[in-house]
């Protein structure tokens, strides 16, 4: 069988005018950055955007396992089909971290007939937006020790600096260092440390501003720390916010590249969804509203954590509402979900997927509690048996969901085709009744309680004295208001990995807190998670190399 690098490098690519031409771009707004791939220019952008008219489809899915669900190959897929049965359909994604593609989890441009090209530069170095976001975010961490060096003016309290540096590499040394040591010509000694750049505050900022004044105005409002007695000091004060905009400024162009089947799909920005907001940015989003009749876009992770966050902050702070959700499973997670082992997942078992659709069926209750009519995409696998089929579409049957098993990895857009008529039939009968699932005014504790009981299941949050009071200061300080960002496992609804399935009754322990000012919410760290990730015992990097051509092999 043909890996999908393989697949990406049998397709016969379009030059990027092309792909622009078929979206409505004109070539004058196109930045070229080789024959495949393409900025657009932010002023055409800006143009646009006034205007945004499209539909807007949400794909997220279950709890991610170790069996694979395939949430960027399905929303390419259904890109293609909506293109292919003649609805102007514009794809959106994240651009990949570096992190993940030399980890465990390899590339994000999805797979086998339903992907994005060039895929090896795609999930590599791309047009170097998060370097520039790396950059941007290390400045921000030098001009503080800078200031510090040289008399510290704003009288900083250099044991409450929150701000972090931050690498696009899972690095788990990095995570807590001391930083200035060496003597007094290297500066003040401090405890500091690393955060992956897909989880810093300036990946937030980036994928949530609408233009680049907002950017810098975002920019400018970070805190950074505090002073002795409590006041904040920020990114504008330190007067790091305009080299930092001027840093990202060519990087905030939305990115245009194509799906193998010729489909635009606009590829920007990249928070992660288990430890920040898991959206691709507002930009890029908007933009393809205002092209296209329909935009296909992706939320990271399960629908508890990415399409969470997206409905919850991204849509509210950009003035979306999704016309329809799709949330994609495959048989063989589900049957994970049901308490069977990897190695035994191609044996049919349907009493197990039926203990582990829980898990599906708790996604699909959520996305519904949001208003949205939602379809399911089961994502086939050669495994999957008629059984296994009928009891999922039977199991989303009895909560008034159709389920449609999709071809698109090995048959394209054809594979799609029935699931991208199914989205329709939603969207033309107008159930979407978009709602968020807390009110602004809602006690930044009291959003943190109702996401784990309505979302999570659980029966209770613990939130520490220590904590309880932080979330109290911050509300004091005005920032009561602004959406919250659950950092937790990814794998399950409680903070616990291993729980898999739909738990319930369990309790949220909230570690952490902390003020993204400029993004506009606040981080509630759970668990045991971790905001800079580690390498696996074996990473991908080990099979990652260049053959006797100068050709990438082993990238997923």
Request: charged fraction near 20%.
């Amino acid at each position: 069988m043909a890996t999908d690098l393989e697949i990406a490098r049998a397709a016969t690519l379009q030059p990027i005018d092309a792909i622009a031409a078929r979206a409505g771009i004109p070539e004058e707004a196109l930045i070229p950055f080789g024959r495949f791939k393409a900025k657009i220019d932010q002023r055409y952008a800006r143009s646009r955007t006034e205007g945004a008219a499209g539909r807007l489809i949400l794909v997220t899915g279950i709890s991610p396992t170790p069996a694979g669900e395939g949430k960027t190959t399905t929303t390419i897929g259904l890109g293609d089909a909506l293109n292919a049965i003649g609805r102007r359909t514009m794809i959106c994604l994240r651009e990949p971290s570096l992190g993940p593609c030399f980890g465990v989890k390899g590339g994000a441009t999805g797979g086998g007939k339903a992907q994005v090209a060039p895929m090896e530069e795609i999930n590599l170095h791309f047009t170097g937006d998060f370097h520039a976001i790396t950059a941007a975010n290390n400045l921000l961490a030098a001009m503080i020790d800078n200031h510090i060096y040289w008399g510290n003016a704003l009288g900083l309290d250099t044991r409450r600096i929150a701000w972090r540096r931050a690498m696009d590499m899972n690095d788990r040394a990095l995570r807590s260092t001391v930083a200035s040591l060496g003597g007094v010509a290297n500066g003040f000694p401090r405890e500091d440390g690393f955060d992956i750049t897909v989880a810093s505050e300036v990946m937030a900022i980036f994928c949530l501003a609408r233009d680049l004044d907002d950017l810098q105005a975002r920019l400018g409002r970070i805190i950074v720390g505090s002073t002795r007695d409590g006041q904040p000091v920020t990114a504008r004060d330190l007067k790091a916010d305009g080299a930092m905009a001027a840093l990202l400024r060519d990087a905030f162009a939305p990115n245009l590249v194509q799906t193998l089947e010729g489909s635009p799909a606009l590829v920007h920005g990249g928070p992660f969804a288990n430890i920040a907001h898991g959206c691709n940015s507002v930009a890029a989003t908007r933009l393809g509203l205002s092209l296209a009749e329909l935009v296909v876009t992706e939320a990271g992770f399960g629908a508890d954590l990415g399409a969470e966050k997206f409905l919850d902050i991204k849509c509210p702070s950009a003035g979306l509402a999704p016309s329809a959700c799709v949330v994609v499973a495959t048989v063989r997670a589900l049957k994970m979900h049901g308490g069977v082992a990897k190695a035994d997942l191609g044996r049919e078992d349907v009493a197990a997927l039926r203990r582990g659709v829980v898990n599906l069926a708790r996604h699909v209750e959520n996305m519904q509690g949001f208003g949205l009519p939602v379809v399911v995409a089961l994502n086939a696998f050669t495994t999957d048996t008629p059984a296994e089929i009928a009891a999922v579409r039977e199991a989303m049957a009895a909560l008034g969901t159709e389920t449609v098993h999709c071809t698109h990895w090995a048959d394209g857009a054809a594979g799609a085709t029935a699931l991208a008529e199914a989205v329709l039939r939603r969207i033309e009968a107008g159930e979407a009744r978009f709602v968020p699932l807390y009110e602004p005014a809602l006690p930044l504790a009291e959003k943190i309680r109702r996401i784990a009981q309505r979302i999570y299941r659980a029966s209770d949050v613990q939130i520490p004295g220590p904590v309880a009071a932080r979330l109290k200061r911050f509300e004091e300080q005005g920032f009561g208001h602004v959406p919250v960002c659950i950092a937790k496992t990814q794998y399950s609804f409680s903070a616990d990995p291993t729980a898999l399935g739909a738990p319930e009754g369990h309790v949220l322990p909230v570690r952490e807190v902390r003020l993204s000012a400029g993004a506009g919410f606040v981080v509630a760290i759970c668990g045991e998670i971790m905001t800079m990730p580690g390498l696996p015992r074996r990473p991908a990097a080990e099979t990652i190399g260049l053959n006797v051509e100068g050709e990438i092999e082993g990238l997923f």
